[in-house]
T-cell receptor, first 111, second 112 residues
Framework: GQQVMQIPQYQHVQEGEDFTTYCNSS?????IQWYKQRPGGHPVFLIQ?????EVKKQKRLTFQFGEAKKNSSLHITATQTTDVGTYFC???????????FGTGTKLQVIP | KAGVTQTPRYLIKTRGQQVTLSCSPI?????VSWYQQTPGQGLQFLFE???????NKGNFPGRFSGRQFSNSRSEMNVSTLELGDSALYLC???????????FGQGTRLTVV
């Protein structure tokens, strides 16, 4: 199946700094989802993007789907310690609930 | 409403044994999918069930199987356990395929 790579793999930021994780696919995706997994927790759905060039915001989080629908990004403004966790991009295949996850970016926020 | 419930939360098994994990989806959700999460391989799709039918299967050996009951509850079975099967097994439910997936807390399986 399609491979979805995320960079960086790890990121340490000082509290208050911004953070961005990038998701790249070798082929065009019909959709992109983002999940957050806290340490010791389970993935929690954040958002889904389906349109080329789509940008969505959730408070300090900004999600973008590339024009070619091959990449996506998640940007967090002014990180807080509650942002700690691993952020996964993912896509689902057609109408089935088969979600293929990216490699994830582990974010550590230093107070 | 209640979230996705997975039981047991933790399990220790010996190589060669078999194990059954259970997942109760959110009420009204008909799609249940299973994932394996390991530090090395990340989150990998195992299979998805919808209305008691397996609709999709990931790239796992036949030792991994599952089923779904008429009330949408699902079970996953792993036979002839190997050390490499040690992982967090997550189940997710959704109203139907292609929509937001709600994950359970997972079952942490350790094979010794």
């Amino acid at each position: 199946g399609q491979q979805v790579m995320q960079i960086p793999q790890y990121q340490h930021v000082q509290e208050g700094e911004d953070f961005t994780t990038y998701c790249n696919s070798s082929t065009t995706l019909s959709n992109i989802q983002w999940y957050k997994q806290r340490p010791g927790g389970h993935p929690v759905f954040l958002i889904q993007l389906v349109k080329s060039g789509e940008v969505k915001k959730q408070k300090r989080l900004t999600f973008q789907f590339g024009e070619a629908k091959k990449n996506s990004s998640l940007h967090i403004t002014a990180t807080q310690t509650t942002d700690v966790g691993t952020y996964f991009c993912a896509y689902h295949s057609g109408g089935y609930q088969k979600v293929t996850f990216g490699t994830g970016t582990k974010l550590q926020v230093i107070p | 409403k209640a979230g996705v419930t997975q039981t047991p939360r933790y399990l220790i098994k010996t190589r060669g044994q078999q194990v059954t994990l259970s997942c109760s989806p959110i009420s009204g959700h008909r799609s249940v999918s299973w994932y394996q999460q390991t530090p090395g391989q990340g989150l990998q799709f195992l299979f998805e069930y919808f209305s008691e039918t397996q609709r999709n299967k990931g790239n796992f050996p036949g030792r991994f199987s599952g089923r779904q009951f008429s009330n949408s509850r699902s079970e996953m079975n792993v036979s002839t356990l190997e050390l490499g099967d040690s992982a967090l097994y997550l189940c997710a439910s959704s109203i139907q395929g292609g929509t937001e997936a709600f994950f359970g807390q997972g079952t942490r399986l350790t094979v010794v």
